[in-house]
């Protein structure tokens, strides 16, 4: 059985995780940087595709508004029944919570070692040295991005506390700017941008 479907899709709130590729490849492609919906006509910003759906299509639209990370894709029917929407809601009950961290009396040392990192300009790395004990290498680890390199070091078992793992993304990351700026990284130092 089909029906008629609307579509909207934004696409300034796209990121490029292709979530939505991978659950409709048949209505969505991708640029390279961001998703574009196909058949479709610009109104006010929004890609719209008007269209007959059969269930099974209409589920891949749907997976795709739902895995969609910033909330890009609305799918309403015909009457404007809203399937899957484009808002994010706010709860009545929302919290907000100041944020607070003392590193000298918070800071606790992860078991399993700690990470010395630099960047090596010259072959255009981050190096990641690990030590189990005090001053005693016994690991090094060397990728271009964050992601490869904190995956590595993940999959290795060389950290135990989430803390320890969102600063060790920090400083990746700090490194990884420092080495596409070509400025000085300096461990637990704040940039100089």
């Known amino acids: ?5 609307i579509v909207e899709y934004e696409l300034g709130r796209c990121i490029g995780t292709q979530k939505c590729i ?6 969505f492609t991708f640029d390279g940087e961001k998703a574009h919906l196909l058949n479709s006509k610009q109104l006010n910003g929004r890609s719209i595709l008007q269209t007959r759906l059969t269930d099974e299509q209409l589920s891949h639209i749907k997976q795709a508004a739902i895995s969609c990370p910033v909330n890009a894709i609305k799918v309403s029917d015909i009457r404007g029944n809203i399937l899957v929407s484009d808002e994010i809601e706010i709860k ?19 078991e399993k070692g700690y990470f010395l990192i630099r960047i090596n300009q010259s072959t255009q790395k981050i190096e ?6 005090l001053n005693k290498i016994t690991v090094t680890i060397t990728g271009e991005k964050p992601l490869e ?9 060389l950290i135990s506390r989430m803390d320890h793992a ?10 990884y700017i420092a080495l596409q700026k070509n400025i000085p990284y300096v461990q637990d130092d704040e940039l100089v941008l």
Do not use: N, S, W
């Not at 991978?22 to 209505?27: F, G, I, L, V, W």
């Not at 390199?149 to 078992?157: N, V």
């Open 1 to 5: 059985m089909e029906q008629e479907i």
């Open 22 to 27: 991978e659950a409709a490849a048949r209505h």
């Open 92 to 110: 009545p009950e929302l919290r907000t919570i100041q944020a607070k961290y003392d590193d000298l009396k918070e800071f606790v040392m992860d």
């Open 128 to 133: 990641v040295a690990f030590c189990a004990e």
């Open 149 to 157: 390199i904190y995956q590595t070091i993940l999959k290795q078992g």
């Open 166 to 175: 969102a600063y060790l993304g920090r400083e990746l990351q700090k490194a």
